[in-house]
Each structure stands twice: as C-alpha cells, then as structure tokens.
C-alpha cells in the first residue's frame, strides 16, 4: 500500500493553509494502553500537532488523544508527547533538512494502515501572508469555474 493510504482519522488542514509541504514520510507511532481505541473511535485532533527531532528520535508533540471512556485508571495523559518510529536514514534526512532556516515538521493526517496507526509527517516551509491569500483566491477561483461548468452540464 502507497503511503498516505489507510482509514483517514484526522487530518490537519490547517498545516496545508500555513505552510508548503515539500515532502512527506509515513511514520508509525508509539502509544500507550487505551490511546488506540481512542483513535480508532475517532477522538484524536492534531490541529496544535508539531514534531521536532531530540537526541536521533522523532517526537510528536501537542497531538490530543481523548481518554478512553471504559479506559478508567488505565487512562493516558492527553497531551503526552509521542515518539515517531521512522528508518535511520530518514531521519538523519530530516535533521539536516531542519536545521535549515523557515522548515518544520507537521504532521499533516493520522490514519490506520494494515491494523497499524500511521502519522504523514510533512517537511513544511511557513508562507506568508501573501502566499495563503493567493492560495485562498485560487481555491475560490477553481470553485467558482467548478460551479459555472455545473450549471451549464445542467442545461
């Protein structure tokens, strides 16, 4: 199965509004106890989600993962960081594309892939306020000619 490809749990549109993904890598994900069934039910956001590279291993920080309902005393904290399992290579790949100035990770969707949770994790460069208005006007463009086509099929 090509990455990116699975049952989509979350995804972070914001990431794709306030920066330009130059590359993604699929990643797994490191949980504790009840954190799976809480995903798989669908109560994980990672709006605020951002990764960094410490000491060789990437962590995910700022994901939300509700608590389990029936989970009780076996219960995780919700906002625990997460450690991203990625190859060697990828990672030594990363941290010299991060050191450079204006790039970042992000994780951009979570899904399941083959009963395994996965993160596509996005090399991400910040825009700038002029770049997300002229990306707002181009969406609305492409809709505008979408809807104009729609209505002429109609005729």
Same mark, same amino acid.
């Given at each position: 199965?090509?990455?990116? =490809?699975?049952? =989509?749990? &979350? ?18 994900? =490191?949980?504790?106890?009840? $954190?799976?069934?809480?995903?798989? &039910? ?26 389990? $309902? ?30 450079? &100035?204006?790039?970042?990770? =992000? ?33 609305? &463009? ?14």
């Amino acid at each position: 199965m090509p990455k990116g =490809v699975g049952k =989509v749990v &979350a995804q972070n549109k914001k990431a794709y509004h306030d920066y330009f993904i130059e590359e993604t890598y699929e990643a797994g994900i =490191v949980l504790q106890g009840t $954190e799976i069934k809480s995903i798989r &039910a669908g109560k994980v956001n990672l709006k605020d989600a951002y990764a960094r590279i410490q000491n060789g291993e990437v962590i995910l920080f700022g994901m939300h993962v509700s608590p389990y $309902e029936q989970g009780n005393r076996y219960n995780h904290d919700p906002l625990r960081t997460r450690k991203l399992l990625l190859h060697k290579r990828e990672i030594n790949k990363l941290i010299g594309e991060t050191k450079e &100035a204006g790039y970042a990770l =992000v994780p951009l969707k979570l899904y399941l892939k083959n009963g395994f949770c996965k993160v596509l994790v996005g090399l991400a460069k910040g825009k700038k306020n002029y770049d997300k208005r002229e990306a707002l006007k181009q969406k609305e &463009a492409k809709r505008e000619i979408e809807r104009a086509f729609r209505d002429r099929q109609k005729m």
